[in-house]
């Protein structure tokens, strides 16, 4: 199974400051996509953001963005002007070919 | 609506019965897999299927089985042969193939087995 790293288990931020998770994985495949997942405590996981692998440009959804390095193997979700609604666990997740593989997780609160 | 539908939410069972999970989709999805969360953990691998009466193993398929005899459903059987089953289990679906799809994923049967 393909490995990916999420060296943070807990981050805290203040409401409309920004946050950035880290992701590492390891590959020797040049094709692959990464994915960002939010699990809130109602456990539904729910995507927050993409990115294709040969794609250099970052992904961009509203206050999400990603940081893609890919010689460096990394994929960092930055998290900006958060809102309460934010607070979840955020899984990294690598996908090739059929099999997606996660990270263990960063739990993300929210200070109000 | 189009989603994913997963019961029941909590189930029990008594250690040395086998257990099935129920996973339906109204998406069209030709993908499904099965995937279990403990604490502290991401999601694991347990069993896939791209296509009707077709599956394959995930990373930890041992004491599971599955079937895909429907387009639609894709249960999943705890048996009593795995070793430690109580976990949160997760269903998905997505578009066949290889392209940059998305998984779309149940809301989870919490099962614990005493």
């Known amino acids: 199974a393909q490995t990916v790293t999420q060296s943070q288990p807990e981050m805290s931020v203040q409401e409309a400051e920004t946050v950035t998770l880290s992701c590492t994985y390891d590959?020797?495949?040049?094709?692959?996509?990464l994915f960002w997942y939010k699990q809130p405590p109602s456990r539904q996981m729910i995507l927050v953001i993409r990115q294709e692998a040969y794609k250099q440009q970052n992904a961009t959804e509203n206050r999400f963005s990603v940081n893609f390095q890919k010689a460096a193997k990394s994929f960092s979700l930055k998290i900006s002007d958060s809102q309460l609604g934010d607070a979840a666990m955020y899984f990294c997740?690598?996908?090739?070919?059929?099999?997606?593989?996660f990270g263990a997780g960063t739990t993300v609160t929210v200070r109000a | 609506d189009g989603g994913i539908t997963q019961s029941p939410k909590y189930l029990f069972r008594k250690e040395g019965q086998n257990v099935t999970l129920s996973c339906e989709q109204n998406?069209?999805?030709?993908?499904m897999y099965w995937y279990r969360q403990d604490p502290g953990q991401g999601l694991r691998l347990i069993y896939y299927?791209?296509?009707?009466?077709?599956?394959q193993k995930g990373d930890i398929a041992e004491g599971y089985s599955v079937s895909r005899e429907k387009k639609e459903s894709f249960p999943l059987t705890v048996t009593s042969a795995q070793k430690n089953p109580t976990a949160f289990y997760l269903c998905a679906s997505s578009l066949a193939g290889t392209g940059f799809y998305e998984q779309y994923f149940g809301p989870g049967t919490r099962l614990t087995v005493t």
């Open positions: 590959t020797s495949e040049s094709d692959y996509y």
């Open positions: 299927s791209q296509i009707v009466n077709d599956f």
């Open positions: 997740a690598y996908r090739r070919e059929y099999k997606l593989s």
């Open positions: 998406l069209n999805h030709d993908a």
